[in-house]
């Protein structure tokens, strides 16, 4: 079981702390990444991690974002700075045994999401 939590609002320009407490199982071999979903628009792909802590972004939160994780507590964290009203979405924290999710972005495992919004 994956639970995010961490979201709220902020004005433009702050930033928040997602956290994503992994449950049930290890993931600490385990790709961990960060989704999120706008009003009226698709899922999209935030930042991923793999075991090897190398990291995964998208272009529009690279230099503002930072995905790490803590393997001793199985949480993975997404701080954001910058903010943007634009990062306004629910955030979804996902898990998969698989490196190819990097690019697939086919994870098996969700958590809830947690909402982030940007006031202007």
């Known amino acids: 079981q994956l639970q995010a939590s961490g979201g709220g609002l902020v004005q433009a320009g702050g930033s928040l702390r997602l956290s994503c407490a992994a449950s049930g199982r290890a993931f600490t071999t385990y790709t961990m990444g960060w989704f999120r979903q706008a009003p009226g628009k698709e899922r999209e792909f935030v930042a991923a991690?793999?075991?090897?802590?190398?990291?995964y972004y998208t272009g529009s939160v690279k230099g503002r974002f930072t995905i790490s994780r803590d393997n001793a507590k199985n949480t993975v964290y997404l701080q954001m700075n910058s903010l943007k009203p634009e990062d306004t979405a629910v955030y979804y924290c996902?898990?998969?045994?698989?490196?190819?999710?990097?690019?697939?972005?086919?994870?098996?495992?969700w958590g809830q999401g947690t909402q982030v919004t940007v006031s202007s």
């Open positions: 996902a898990a998969d045994s698989k490196v190819e999710v990097i690019s697939t972005h086919k994870f098996t495992y």
């Open positions: 991690i793999i075991w090897s802590a190398s990291t």
